[in-house]
T-cell receptor, first 112, second 118 residues
Framework: GESVGLHLPTLSVQEGDNSIINCAYSNSASDYFIWYKQESGKGPQFIIDIRSNMDKRQGQRVTVLLNKTVKHLSLQIAATQPGDSAVYFCAERGGNTGKLIFGQGTTLQVKP | GAVVSQHPSRVICKSGTSVKIECRSLDFQATTMFWYRQFPKQSLMLMATSNEGSKATYEQGVEKDKFLINHASLTLSTLTVTSAHPEDSSFYIC??????????????FGQGTRLTVV
């Protein structure tokens, strides 16, 4: 079946360093990818998205890279701050179904 | 930004009783709302898609008679967990898609409801 998975369950970084969170997806028909941040006990918060016809998109302190050849998605956070500590999910929209499928999540821990 | 409000944020109920969770779009109309379930340290699993004025579409494996969804207006969808059991304890999250927009970025998430069945 369709699946979106993350390579690392936990990522620990030093405050000020850059963070890279990876995601692999399996549905080549997916046309839209989104990164969400979820803090404990809260709903997901939209971070950045990218369409399948793009390979890079930048936001404020965040960059999403899409490699369709190997079905890989990454989120780069520059100058990671303690407030960035959370669980990060990638999600893909199935091109056929339009549904949003979430990956398993990576916990980002920022050490002061 | 658009706000989606869920109520209650936490609920504890006895086994066998029913619990209703509300999802409201506060400042926009939402033809479509989605209900997700999330177990601890796991991802969000789509349960059903709720469309205003029509029956909800349930994902495979989700019991429609147990998880009743009603989307009676453009700003409110409700999820009722009927005859709740301890295994129904979970974090339930809704998202609402702004009417007229097909982009995923126009789907906003509520803050979630922590259901504990004792």
């Amino acid at each position: 079946g369709e699946s979106v998975g993350l390579h690392l369950p936990t990522l620990s970084v030093q405050e000020g360093d850059n963070s890279i969170i990876n995601c692999a997806y399996s549905n080549s028909a997916s046309d839209y990818f989104i990164w969400y941040k979820q803090e404990s006990g809260k709903g997901p918060q939209f971070i950045i998205d990218i369409r399948s016809n793009m390979d890079k998109r930048q936001g404020q302190r965040v960059t999403v890279l899409l490699n369709k050849t190997v079905k890989h998605l990454s989120l780069q956070i520059a100058a990671t701050q303690p407030g960035d500590s959370a669980v990060y999910f990638c999600a893909e929209r199935g091109g056929n179904t339009g549904k949003l499928i979430f990956g398993q999540g990576t916990t980002l821990q920022v050490k002061p | 930004g658009a706000v989606v409000s869920q109520h209650p944020s936490r609920v504890i109920c006895k086994s066998g009783t029913s619990v209703k969770i509300e999802c409201r779009s506060l400042d926009f109309q939402a033809t479509t709302m989605f209900w997700y379930r999330q177990f601890p340290k796991q991802s969000l699993m789509l349960m059903a898609t709720s469309n205003e004025g029509s029956k909800a579409t349930y994902e495979q494996g989700v019991e429609k008679d147990k998880f009743l969804i009603n989307h009676a207006s453009l700003t409110l969808s409700t999820l009722t967990v009927t005859s709740a059991h301890p295994e129904d304890s979970s974090f339930y999250i809704c998202s609402a898609r702004r009417t007229g927009f097909s982009s995923i970025t126009e789907a906003f998430f509520g803050q979630g409801t922590r259901l504990t069945v004792v």
